[in-house]
């Protein structure tokens, strides 16, 4: 079964940086789309960002565009989020997730097929 293995979070300042890591376990990458979501309590998971295989298209919410980079090492097996200027209200609980099918959307969290534990980013102000 594949395993997403999610590093990284913790807590930072307003306007620091943080890189949050996915790695795939069992198998090698899905050759699909791979996304970054995140939630807050109440509230349904939200899309961050996504990116295409093999890694030169990618899409962002407009609340994070120009201050969040996603990113994948396919040989590493690893999906990477770098997170920087950070704000108060991108406090959450960051969660990777992956395509194994070619699908319509990439922004809803519903067709995703695997998903990571979650991580706790929290931006103090």
């Known amino acids: 079964q594949v395993q997403l293995g999610q590093s990284g979070g913790g807590l930072v300042q307003a306007g620091g940086s943080l890189r949050l890591s996915c790695a795939a376990s069992?198998?090698?990458?899905?050759?699909?789309?791979m996304g970054w979501f995140r939630q807050t309590p109440g509230k349904e998971r939200e899309f961050v960002a996504a990116i295409l295989w093999p890694g030169s298209i990618t899409s962002y919410a407009d609340s994070v565009k120009g201050r969040f980079t996603i990113s994948r090492d396919n040989a590493k097996n690893t999906l990477y989020l770098q997170m920087d200027s950070l704000k108060p209200e991108d406090t959450a609980v960051y969660y990777c997730?992956?395509?194994?099918?070619?699908?319509?959307?990439?922004?809803?969290?519903?067709?995703?097929?695997?998903w990571g534990q979650g991580t706790q980013v929290t931006v103090s102000s």
């Open positions: 997730a992956e395509q194994t099918t070619l699908r319509h959307s990439y922004t809803q969290s519903g067709l995703y097929d695997s």
């Open positions: 069992g198998r090698t990458f899905s050759r699909y789309t």
